[in-house]
Structures are given as C-alpha cells and as structure tokens.
RNA sequence: GUCCCGUUCGUCUAGGGGUCUAGGACACCGCCCUUUCACGGCGGCAACACGAGUUCGAAUCUCGUACGGGAUGCCA
C-alpha cells in the first residue's frame, strides 16, 4: 500500500508535546512504510488561528526533524472546495440545509439532551426553503451501527443513531472542522490517520462524510494522549509546554524524540532507540492505549544518554550562546573534556554552568566551599607540586601516574592534595579527574593558577 | 444524562491462559569502584483497581462495579 499520512495541528498556539507525539507517529509510519507525510494547518476557525501559530509550529517540527514531505497546506485556503462538497452531499441527499434558528436549537438541545438521544434537526424531513439563513447538517442513519478497525483502539462499534446531525457547512458558508479535515484527508490521499484519541467518536461521525460522497475511508489510528505529571489532561496550566520550552531547557531534539517515543509505544526492553531504529521498528499496534504521564526525570535521563554520543564541537556549538568565554583556550579545553563533562550533566545546560574555570584563563572564581580547603598546609604542598611538575607528556594518564609517584616519594596520600589541587585549579570541589584538567588546562596555566590561588 | 475509550511498581512499560514466587528503565535507598562529582557494577524498595465468571490453570478471556479520560459546539 502506498501509505500517506499527515500531522493537522490547529495554529492556535506553539507546538505542543503531545502535538509533537502525534507529528512523531505520523512521521515514523510514513517512514515505516516508504509512503509519504504530510503537513495540513487546520484554521478554519479563522478567529483563533494566527500566523505567529504557523511559524511557532513550524519551528517545532524542523527542530525535531519532523517537517513535512511537502509544503504545509493551509486548510483555510480550501473552503471553496470545502463548500462544493458540502452542497454535493446535499444534493446526494446526505446533507440537509437546517434553518434551526439559534433559539430553537439551544431548545432542541436541552431536549435532546434530557432525553439521552442526540440532535437531530426537524430540517432533515421538510421540503421546503425558507429565504434566510440556514447551515448544512449531515443526515445521519436512525439504524445500523458503524465498526471502525482502529489499528490502535482495535475493533469500536456504535449504533448510527447514537450520532448527531452534525453541522458541515455554517451559516456563513464557512465550512467545520468535520467537514474540512474529511475533505482534505482525501483530496491529499492520507491513508492512514493518526491522531490523539479525542477524536475517535469523531471518527464515526467523518466516517458517514466518507460514505456520503462515495469516498475510501482511511484507516484511524487513535493514540491516546499525554497527562501531566499529575495524571490530569496535559493544558496550558498544566505543563503542557510548546517543545521550544523543551529546547530552551537543553533538551536535544533526538532526545525529545526518543522519550515521546517510548511513551505509549514500546519495542520489548528497548529504552535508547536512534531514529533509524524507530523507523524499522515503529508499529501501531505496539501503540498503548492508556494515557501516559509526562516525567522530567526520564526525560533528562534520556537526554544524558544522548548528550554523552554527541561529539564535542556540537556540543561546544550547543553551548556557545550560553557562555562568555575569554581565554582563546577556552574551546580546546571544553572539546578535550567532553566526554568527562558529559557523563556529568544531564543536559548541555549543565555543563554551561559548571566550566567557568575551562573558560577564563588565572585563577579561577573561588566558591566558597572550595576555598576553605586551601589552608596553608595544602598550598605549600601545592607550591611544591608545581616546582616539581614534569615537562611532558601532559595527558591525563601520565599525570595520574606522575603525581601518585609523587605523592609516595612525599609520604602523602591521595586525599591530602586531591581536593586541595582541584580547589585551586577550578575555585569548585566538583570536577572531572583533577589530572585531566590539568591536561586540559596545559602546564603553563596549571602552574600560574596554583602560583596565584596558593601565594604564601 | 447518553455514547465511546482506558486501568501492571511513584512514573514509562514488558507481558497476548501455564515458562509470572510478574521482567526492564527512570526515580529513590544501600554497597562497591574512587582525588571530588559523576559514570559504571551489585543489591534493595515497589504493581496485575475491585468483584464475579469461563478454565485443570487468568495479569492475560467474559461480564459487572469503581475510578480516570474523551465525545455530545455554526471549536479543532
């Protein structure tokens, strides 16, 4: 089959994470499959879309390299052809023009309502036609039921007569969401539609729109949503952040992928999944169907893994905006202790705020923790530590074993210089191994920073 | 109200009738490694919502209840 699928977000805001998840699986499956995967920008509702919306969305999706095969469609721009299908259903006797006037409908509504059936305009049967105002309902069945074979929900069945008169056309002659996503999901040949299960009693009611024109239905593939942590649905206030929130935390992107992925969808033990993985991998019926919740911590831990396999000029390019480096040696000491910076932070933002004393070159900002423990005693062994330095190499591994030699020719122990040495190296108590700063660091910087923190 | 969906450790999940005294990951706790912080290793804590039923046997199948979620808009 040749798939297309599509991701229609609604620009009424940024991207949004569970946006993201939807993109995601649209993405993977198109990808899965060879097919194709489409953007659709849903704003028919005029009032709430807007242009900083698009952009905001769009700047999501090439962050996460989610963008669409094709330029984005604007559904907006469609709402001729939207119209013309609409009266085409009327004319298929699918559709009926309904001049319910607000007043009768909120009426019929309460009745409906209190009597446990939906809303059915009194249009459907009438021949006749006013002059003014009037919307197009769709005339759904009173018998039958309807089976969608969702590839995440599985088999769902509803009795027809449980549906709704839905309006597809207002009175303005705008058409609805109903209508338009209907519409352009065939005039774009999407395949299959991937979407968050607030829409799957949709589906049935799309479904009749399907088969009012005559139309394939697709396959519906219902992901359920994401909660906050908390276990309520994911809003604005409750940590429903925009991905660029994300980013601006130091997320990566793969990162972000790589967590939204494991969430709701899993492929046996597998937690750090790289994209190619996921695209061999990726299956909707591994999809969960429960609502999952939204954990930091798993997130910054996926993140770590990520932040430890990127190599260190991204890394030193990732951090760059975050940073005022002065010393020229500043990038060179940052790219030879990467994989040490790393494997101690959980986001490149960690590191940002941990490298001072790689960044400027003399001594370094002593933090107060850090300076108690040059006392006069551990600068005047550091004094002769740095009288006593070999020339070269100057690599991690042979200054390790330079100053336990020296240690053992002083009688001192590995303790009694240790922190003392990083003190006035980095002004901090926490480093990477003190000897692969002082390789970082070079000879001449090592000896004029301790010259300067260990005066006596 | 009516209809639809869901429910395994705190969290994400594995699990598709016996191999489950329920596995992994994150978080948490302890130990080891160790110049610090980490990483890593080892170990610990911790779950099948509840009740019936089907079956020799159920986390796995069926029904009910409870609790969540969604739909019921001229929003998407």
Known sequence: MNVVTRFAPSPTGFLHIGGARTALFNWLFARRHGGKYLLRIEDTDRQRSTAEAVDAIHDGLSWLGLEGDEPAISQSARAARH???AADLVARGAAYHCYLTEDELAALRDEARAAGVPVRSPWRDRDDAPDGPFVVRMRMPDSGETTIDDSVQGHVTVQNRTL???VILRADGTPTYMLAV???DHDMGVTHVIRGDDHLNNAFRQTMVYHGMGWDVPVFAHIPLIHGADGAKLSKRHGALGVDAYRGMGFLPDALANYLLRLGWSHGDDEIISRENAIAWFDLAQVGKSPARFDLDKLSDVNSHYLRSLDADSLWDLIAPHIDATSPQARARVVALKPLL?????????IAGSIGYLLHDGAPMMQEDAAGLLDDEARTRLVKLVGDLPNAPWKGESLATFLKEWLTANGLKMKDIGLPLRAALTGTRQSPSITDVMAA?????TEKRIGETCKI
């Not at 660091?441 to 910087?445: I, K, N, V």
């Open 342 to 350: 790393a494997e101690r932070a959980r986001t490149h933002l960690d």
């Open 164 to 166: 709704d008169d839905m």
């Open 441 to 445: 660091l070079g000879p001449h910087e």
């Open 83 to 85: 119209a013309e299908v």
């Open 182 to 184: 209907v519409v352009d």
